[in-house]
């Protein structure tokens, strides 16, 4: 069986983490503030737990509602 992707709720909770971390530190989070938005656009639209590949569709079609579908095993 193969195990399945990640999903993008966690790859969101992820970046903020990172995006506090940086800014702690100090760095410049410009840049993780850009993709969080992305990913946060994919959650909105309802695709939290499908794979990846949702983030890819918000970044081509922005602004544009989608279905949740299972992702492909």
């Known amino acids: 069986m193969?195990?399945?992707?990640?999903?993008p709720q966690h790859l969101?909770?992820?970046?903020?983490?990172?995006?506090?971390e940086a800014a702690a530190a100090g760095l410049d989070t410009r840049?993780?503030?850009a993709?969080?938005?992305v990913v946060q656009d994919t959650v909105d639209r309802g695709?939290?737990?499908t794979d990846y590949s949702a983030v890819f569709d918000a970044v081509a079609h922005p602004?544009?509602?989608?279905?949740?579908?299972k992702p492909q095993q």
């Open 2 to 7: 193969v195990p399945s992707s990640p999903h």
């Open 35 to 37: 993709l969080k938005g």
């Open 63 to 69: 602004g544009e509602q989608q279905q949740a579908t």
């Open 47 to 49: 695709l939290a737990n």
């Open 12 to 20: 969101l909770k992820d970046v903020r983490l990172f995006e506090m």
């Open 31 to 33: 840049l993780l503030a």
